[in-house]
């Protein structure tokens, strides 16, 4: 297996747009509906469907894990998603909301051998992820694994980017930049615009505040980018976060890695020519890639 810690990074944009269209399907939307979560936004629902693996988590917890959102937005649906629907209720009808999602997306291919094959692969690699000092991904591995191969594959690519996402939670940390930090920061080095992190409910006055915490650092500039300071420091954070998320691509080799993205090639332009994913979103995703010449 290449020793390229790059190669995690790959595999995440290669996996995570298959995925991603959960947050915004209106599939998903309708079942959150059933369930009696509001739907005009998708923040009830998504602190649902996200934080029940961990049970009926504490609005502390959610806003430990999750990181980047500030602990009032949390609490505004946390715990208050439990009362609408247990833990239980949401992980059942989140397997349901993946079904509907991907055979409207997926068509036939749902039932194909190369979707098949790709779970299988898939559900191998997050096995393969080791979870201590990740929570998130250790809830996720611990749910059962679904029969359905779109569901198994769906569950799986879960695993593998809360894996990622408890270790770029780990970098952060290490940087020492705090949840509305990492996100400035990232603004800074145009990850996305300021107002694409205005979802993650940080008052401009805690933002601004930020932005003078890193200022004082020598990693941003008075017009909030980033110095060459900024861009190294953000440079290590993504690659530390490269490096914790290789060992479950080392673990399942490189031609089978290579076989898993080649495999989800066609859900993954069907993901990009859904409509579904923003063009502008904090993950870099939802751009159909241009064509090699």
């Not at 495999?263 to 241009?290: C, D, F, K, Q």
Request: include cysteine.
């Amino acid at each position: 297996m290449t020793q390229d810690p790059g190669f995690a990074r790959r595999m995440w944009h290669q996996l995570e747009p298959v995925h991603a269209p959960f947050w915004y399907a209106p599939e998903v939307s309708a079942e959150a509906a059933a369930l009696g979560y509001q739907v005009d936004t998708r923040w009830p629902a998504y602190f649902a469907w996200r934080a029940a693996p961990l049970g009926e988590a504490s609005a502390e917890l959610v806003a430990a894990a999750f990181y980047s959102f500030s602990p009032r937005m949390v609490a505004e649906h946390v715990p208050a998603a439990w009362t609408v629907a247990p833990a239980a209720k949401v992980l059942e009808a989140r397997l349901r909301a993946v079904d509907g999602m991907y055979r409207a997306m997926l068509g036939g291919e749902v039932g194909g051998q190369g979707l098949a094959e790709a779970a299988r692969l898939a559900r191998e690699a997050a096995e393969a992820a080791g979870t201590a000092g990740r929570p998130l991904a250790a809830a996720n591995a611990a749910l059962p694994w679904p029969e359905e191969p779109h569901l198994l594959l769906w569950q799986a690519i879960g695993v593998l980017r809360e894996h990622r996402g408890d270790g770029h939670v780990a970098a952060l940390l290490t940087a020492e930049l705090d949840p509305c930090e990492a996100l400035v920061s990232l603004a800074a080095i145009g990850g996305a615009p300021r107002e694409t992190f205005g979802s993650r409910g940080w008052t401009a006055q805690e933002w601004d505040a930020a932005r003078d915490r890193l200022a004082a650092r020598g990693l941003v500039n008075p017009d909030g980018t980033a110095t060459e300071q900024g861009h190294r420091l953000r440079d290590t954070v993504e690659r530390v976060t490269d490096d914790l998320a290789i060992a479950p691509w080392r673990a399942l080799g490189l031609e089978k890695a290579e076989r898993l993205a080649e495999l989800t090639t066609p859900l993954l332009v069907a993901a990009l020519e859904s409509g579904l994913l923003p063009a502008t979103n904090t993950l870099g995703i939802g751009r159909v890639p241009t064509p090699a010449r």
